[in-house]
């Protein structure tokens, strides 16, 4: 049983409404985070442009809404709690157009389906995915993503928006890297206060060894981002975000260390031995004649004290 989106208690009737609400269920291993794109009541070509070519880079975990909505997401983000509880996607992109904020984008993500933080981003600039003609990267490849720009680490706007980029872009989690699987990168810089957004084909080259060449290429898009407003979480819920259960957390090695090469050191606890009984190597030479009688070494003292 799971709660539905206007809070009853909603039950199974077939085996794959089964499924679809276990699919809901809170997991030790979370299911990869599907981003929800929505419209307000008036967008632009150049917004509505935008979110498509950033769906396409999310897919397939992307859903994407075509009628308008009257959303306001810094007034009342109950409309994107709603959306989020229905479709199951805990982050989201609102595009909208105004005169006061034109060409607007807000990105955010959503914890236990309701808003944790949100970002507002203007384009100034912005070439579309279908302009740059070259091969573009196969659909739900895993990017790489490489963040330039020293406010990243400095400014606390910033690194969490680093962060809400990482959660957006990142993809399903993996445990082996093929070098043939790494198609596209996103590269993220930020200089003279505005956030350039570029995206590269990787192409292999030959190179006369078993490393291969590496050459880029823009496959788009291309976007000059301006950050506007922002809406951050408090650091108990951000805390509270990114607990990791007990069951994810690696366990404690007893009596295990490393050395400052990275080398791994063990101690291992054996009981005292009793040397006498230990079983030693037979030889003949050292064997006691039957009738040889040992002396004692006191007794052997005394006699050399008498022979002097």
Not at 47 to 53: G, L
Not at 179 to 190: C, K
Request: include cysteine; glycine fraction near 4%; charged fraction near 30%.
């Amino acid at each position: 049983m799971v709660e539905s989106a206007v809070g009853d208690i909603v039950k199974p009737k077939t085996k794959r409404g089964k499924r679809a609400l276990e699919e809901r269920e809170a997991k030790i291993n979370e299911n990869t985070k599907t981003a929800l794109f929505l419209r307000g009541t008036k967008t632009s070509e150049v917004v509505s442009q935008a979110m498509k070519d950033f769906a396409q880079l999310k897919k397939p975990f992307a859903i994407s809404y075509q009628k308008k909505n009257e959303i306001r997401p810094f007034e009342d983000s109950t409309s994107l709690e709603f959306f989020s509880k229905k479709s199951d996607a805990s982050l989201f992109m609102f595009g909208s157009h105004s005169k006061k904020r034109p060409h607007n984008l807000v990105i955010g993500r959503m914890y236990d389906y309701h808003l944790l933080d949100m970002f507002e981003l203007g384009i100034s600039e912005f070439q579309a995915l279908k302009e740059f003609k070259c091969i573009k990267s196969t659909l739900g490849s895993k990017p790489c993503i490489i963040f330039a720009g020293e406010v990243f680490e400095t400014d606390p706007n910033y690194i969490r928006l680093k962060n809400m980029l990482l959660d957006f872009f990142r993809g399903p989690k993996i445990e082996n890297i093929r070098l043939n699987g790494l198609e596209h990168v996103i590269h993220i810089t930020a200089c003279n206060q505005k956030i350039l957004f570029r995206c590269y084909k990787i192409l292999l080259k030959k190179s006369g060894s078993r490393t291969p060449r590496i050459e880029l290429h823009e496959m788009g898009p291309r976007l000059d981002l301006e950050l506007r407003r922002t809406k951050l979480a408090s650091e108990e819920l951000l805390k509270e975000a990114r607990k990791v259960p007990k069951a994810l957390k690696p366990k404690k090695e007893k009596n295990i260390s490393h050395d400052t090469f990275g080398a791994k050191l063990g101690r291992v606890h054996i009981q005292s031995q009793n040397l006498s009984s230990i079983q030693t190597r037979k030889v003949k030479a050292l064997k006691r004649k039957a009738g040889h009688k040992t002396v004692p070494a006191a007794a052997k003292k005394v006699k050399n004290t008498e022979t002097t």
